[in-house]
């Protein structure tokens, strides 16, 4: 946006300059005032652009010379024009008295015509540089596009595979799990089988959380439905001496 705008104001300076010489020659050759009105305004902005130049410039050393060669330019082409206004005035319709007086017009001339095309190829030399640089930022730019669209599917797709092996891992472990209770299941069903086929009293003691399992021919032996019983072995202590 930068290098666009001082491209802009770069050309409408340009524009500005052939206007003052517009002005000014309008002026010479009719002697009309209104001329003079629009020869200083356009003055006065052909300044204040270029000075803008110079202020948006800073950014770049080199730029900002062209930017001050510029204003200076614009500076002494004003001051000549205005001089020419006024020695000139409604003359160029008009026979110029005297070699002297001729010379110096014709001089003039020749010196106004230096003026613009110095002005012409410092402007010239500012719009390419500024072109160069605006077509280095853009490239600049598209890169580091691409670089970020790079780096966010490198991203995601290491994202995707993270999301798939933690799901897998997880899936393994559940299955692993669901496989180990349904063997430890199947063990404690052989096993409850067993007792009950034996039609033998079995009891088991758990010391570490202090529970005791006893099988239903324990019951029966002692007369009890287990049915009727459930807790723990002081639960059953009292249950049977409330028997």
């Not at 030399?125 to 780096?151: F, I, P």
Request: proline content about 0%; some cysteine.
């Amino acid at each position: 946006i930068h290098s666009r705008n001082v491209i802009l104001l770069g050309e409408s300076t340009i524009g500005i300059f052939d206007g003052t010489l517009a002005q000014q020659r309008g002026f010479l050759l009719t002697g009309d005032e209104k001329f003079v009105a629009k020869f200083i305004a356009d003055k006065e902005n052909l300044l204040k652009a270029t000075q803008k130049l110079v202020d948006m410039t800073t950014d770049s050393e080199v730029q900002n010379e062209k930017a001050l060669k510029l204003k200076e330019i614009a500076q002494n082409y004003g001051d000549y024009l205005e001089y020419r206004k006024e020695q000139f005035a409604g003359t160029l319709g008009k026979n110029i008295k005297g070699s002297e007086q001729k010379d110096l017009f014709e001089t003039g001339i020749q010196k106004v015509e230096d003026l613009h095309d110095e002005f012409f190829r410092v402007a010239g030399n500012l719009l390419d540089e500024e072109n160069r640089l605006l077509q280095e930022r853009m490239n600049s730019e598209a890169e580091k596009r691409v670089q970020y669209n790079n780096n966010f599917i490198s991203s995601l797709i290491g994202a995707c595979v993270f999301i798939i092996l933690t799901n897998s891992v997880i899936f393994n472990m559940q299955r692993r799990h669901l496989s180990e209770n349904e063997r430890l299941q199947k063990i404690e069903d052989r096993y409850r089988v067993a007792v009950k086929a034996t039609n033998d009293g079995i009891f088991d003691w758990n010391v570490e959380n202090k529970e005791i399992f006893l099988s239903s021919q324990i019951f029966g032996m002692c007369g009890y439905d287990k049915a009727n019983y459930e807790g723990s072995l002081l639960g059953l202590t009292l249950y049977l001496k409330g028997k």
